[in-house]
């Protein structure tokens, strides 16, 4: 058994494909504009999971996806093998971060802020 998909809610799916794809360097696994359906996938790994941009378009999903953001916890996590380097290529982008990247047993991370209400942390062993 394997990850197929999985989804992150977010507040406009469009925006969020073109932040994913144009800022995070994701690739169009599936774009169907007239039904709200976004798809991307890591670029490095072009068999691996779907990652569903799912509008947040119901109470309960609208709920889950503030609550999280006003708490400041992250919707998904990332891996990546350089952290700091991620992180100076997105801030230099213009993208929002809650702090500089920091080190502890599990690794390095960095949560920074898709703009499109999540914060999504980036993680290296």
């Known amino acids: 058994m394997r990850i197929k998909m999985c989804s992150v809610h977010v507040d406009d799916p469009s925006a969020a494909f073109t932040f994913y794809t144009e ?3 994701f690739t169009e696994l599936m774009r169907m504009p007239e039904h709200a359906l976004y798809i991307v996938r890591a ?7 779907g990652l569903l941009l799912e509008p947040s378009d119901t109470k309960v999903a609208k ?10 916890i992250p ?11 991620e992180y100076d290529r997105l801030r230099a ?10 080190t ?11 703009g499109c209400g999540n ?3 980036l993680h290296q062993d």
């Open 23 to 25: 800022l995070l360097g």
């Open 93 to 102: 982008l213009g993208v929002y971060f809650q702090s500089a990247p920091s």
């Open 43 to 49: 670029p490095d790994d072009p068999t691996g999971p």
């Open 63 to 72: 709920a889950y996806q503030s609550g999280l953001h006003r708490l400041g």
């Open 75 to 85: 919707a998904i996590v990332f891996g990546t093998p350089d952290v700091q380097a």
């Open 104 to 114: 502890d047993f599990s690794g390095t991370t960095a949560v920074f802020d898709d």
């Open 119 to 121: 914060y999504i942390q």
